[in-house]
T-cell receptor
Framework: EAGVAQSPRYKIIEKRQSVAFWCNPI?????LYWYQQILGQGPKLLIQ????????DSQLPKDRFSAERLKGVDSTLKIQPAKLEDSAVYLC?????????????FGPGTRLTVL | AQSVTQLDSHVSVSEGTPVLLRCNYS??????LFWYVQHPNKGLQLLLK??????LVKGINGFEAEFKKSETSFHLTKPSAHMSDAAEYFC??????????FGAGTRLFVKA
């Protein structure tokens, strides 16, 4: 069974530029998560989709971050414009069910460096 | 408020000795609790989870954790550390099955 795929693996941009990350969850998984993991910290949930609807985006900086999950499958996360403090690893995860009791399967992450 | 606190940012043990990684949580709802492990340059992987069944939960690689409601704790233990256990460990709470809150992580060092 294929795991959660993310691309790109690494991205370096200058501040005020825009960037997009892509995630393809495990086939059949209803719930998709995007996390931000700053160096030395635990992952912080940015947005959670259930199929193609948003369940929780309370910690998403909506003035600069946006995310979509078209057709309830793969997803993109965009940052526009980027700030220095956005430097982090962006993790995508998926789970088969719609409850927080389900195991989440994580992708390898995209490491973003903002100069 | 919902939160999770990992009491140690770093733990160092010798190979073959017991491991204890401490986690306390705060939840207004019956929580689901998880431990995930992150090895260098690898993705996060589930070690074990508690979802209101048995309070002593066994996971992969010899790890186990005990849910103690009275102490609001979910400490992770292993009787004998192996070099391959060196990694970052995250305690995670999902209050009532909603939201997902990660702790700050505990880095485990294993000395030969």
């Amino acid at each position: 069974e294929a795991g959660v795929a993310q691309s790109p693996r690494y991205k370096i941009i200058e501040k005020r530029q825009s960037v997009a990350f892509w995630c393809n969850p495990i086939s059949g998984h209803a719930t998709l998560y995007w996390y931000q993991q700053i160096l030395g910290q635990g992952p912080k949930l940015l947005i959670q989709f259930q199929n193609n609807g948003v369940v929780d985006d309370s910690q998403l900086p909506k003035d600069r971050f946006s995310a979509e999950r078209l057709k309830g499958v793969d997803s993109t996360l965009k940052i526009q414009p980027a700030k220095l403090e956005d430097s982090a690893v962006y993790l995508c995860a998926s789970s088969i069910g719609t409850s927080g009791t389900n195991e989440q399967f994580f992708g390898p992450g995209t490491r973003l460096t903002v100069l | 408020a919902q939160s999770v606190t990992q009491l140690d940012s770093h733990v160092s043990v010798s190979e073959g000795t017991p491991v204890l990684l401490r986690c306390n949580y705060s939840s207004s709802y019956s929580p689901s609790l998880f431990w995930y492990v992150q090895h260098p340059n690898k993705g996060l992987q589930l070690l074990l989870k508690y979802t209101s069944a048995a309070t002593l939960v066994k996971g992969i690689n010899g790890f186990e954790a005990e849910f103690k409601k009275s102490e609001t704790s979910f400490h992770l233990t292993k009787p004998s550390a192996h070099m391959s256990d060196a990694a970052e460990y995250f305690c995670v709470v999902s209050p009532g099955g909603f939201k997902t809150i990660f702790g700050a992580g505990t880095r485990l060092f294993v000395k030969a």
